[in-house]
């Protein structure tokens, strides 16, 4: 794990500064666990099964999927895609609509304990166009 280093009274810029010095994977840690923390925080007035949905709607997509993903479109962006690099982009494109629509299915799931609609519980969650892929 890379270390960041930092002062003990820092300000939120300030340690966001820092945190724009971590590797992606790392960072993807970091994101985890910050969603994982803000869930605890919200278990208080949450069932259990509206706490493990949320932490399942809020799971990213892999480091290294991302990474993989953004690498091999920028290959095929500039037509310098082989062809088992075109095969690996597809099953990277499945993967990643895989993982869409069983957070499309937990948000489904949530919006019914609820009684909302889908978009409604977006609304409410502040769930914006995922800001991958």
Not at 30 to 54: C, G, K, M, P, Y
Not at 97 to 102: C, K, P, R, S, Y
Not at 105 to 127: F, P, Q, T, V
Request: aromatic content about 2%; charged content about 30%.
């Amino acid at each position: 794990m890379a270390s960041i280093q930092i002062t003990s009274h820092i300000t939120v810029d300030e340690l966001l500064q820092s945190v724009e010095q971590l590797s992606t994977s790392d960072l993807e840690k970091i994101v985890q666990h910050i969603l994982t923390l803000r869930a605890r925080r919200n278990v208080s007035h949450l069932s259990a099964e509206e706490s493990d949905l949320l932490l399942k709607i809020n799971q990213p997509i892999e480091a290294s999927v991302q990474e993989k993903y953004n690498e091999l479109w920028a290959k095929k962006e500039n037509d310098d895609l082989s062809a088992d690099e075109h095969q690996e982009l597809l099953s990277l494109i499945e993967k990643i609509e895989l993982a869409d629509a069983q957070r499309v299915l937990h948000l489904g799931e949530l919006a019914n304990l609820r009684g909302l609609s889908i978009d409604e519980l977006k609304k409410d969650l502040g769930i914006t166009k995922a800001s991958y892929v």
